[in-house]
């Protein structure tokens, strides 16, 4: 039942592994957000990140491949930089560390998601899921730049 390549399944095993570290991004920023609103966006996207994680994990797992064991070091390389993910902080001025951060991460998951669209999926249910959670992302994403946008809003 595993048609997946190695090159596909490590851009699953990567995709899991920034998944997760954007939940924990999230959550610590979310953290030091007052607006309720906002705060609340962001824990919702923390959460469904990893909802994300599992729910790939699950169809992985039903394919026969264990997910845990897959090395993700090519795809850091080329979609997470570390030094990157630490937004520049002293940019506090009208939210724009928030918007520098959720700008950075959802360009790299919306470029791992798409890579991952571009290989050969066995199963029409799994390419579902991969647009649906991608689509989904992008919603949230927009959900939080306009709340992001609103606090600082002149009325």
């Known amino acids: ?19 997760k570290r954007s939940k924990k991004d999230f959550e610590m920023v979310a ?3 007052e ?5 609340s966006a962001l824990n919702g996207l923390a959460e469904e990140s990893s909802f994300f994680v599992s729910e790939i994990k699950n169809y992985l797992k039903h394919l026969g491949i264990n997910s845990s064991i897959i ?8 979609y997470y930089d570390a030094s990157s993910s630490d937004i520049a902080t002293e940019s ?5 560390e928030l918007k520098s951060l959720c700008s950075y991460i959802e360009k790299s998951l919306i470029r791992a998601y798409c890579d991952l669209l571009d290989e050969p999926l066995p199963c029409k249910s799994l390419q579902e899921i991969i647009i649906f959670q991608l689509n989904a992302l992008k919603i ?6 306009t709340l992001n946008t ?3 809003a002149m009325y």
């Open 1 to 19: 039942m595993n048609n997946l390549t190695a090159s596909t399944i490590s851009k699953f095993s990567g995709l899991m592994f920034f998944l």
């Open 150 to 152: 609103a606090r600082f």
């Open 31 to 33: 953290d030091e957000i």
């Open 35 to 39: 607006n309720y609103s906002l705060k």
């Open 92 to 96: 506090c001025q009208h939210g724009l």
């Open 71 to 78: 090395p993700v070091t090519e795809f850091i390389s080329n």
């Open 140 to 145: 949230s994403f927009l959900k939080i730049q």
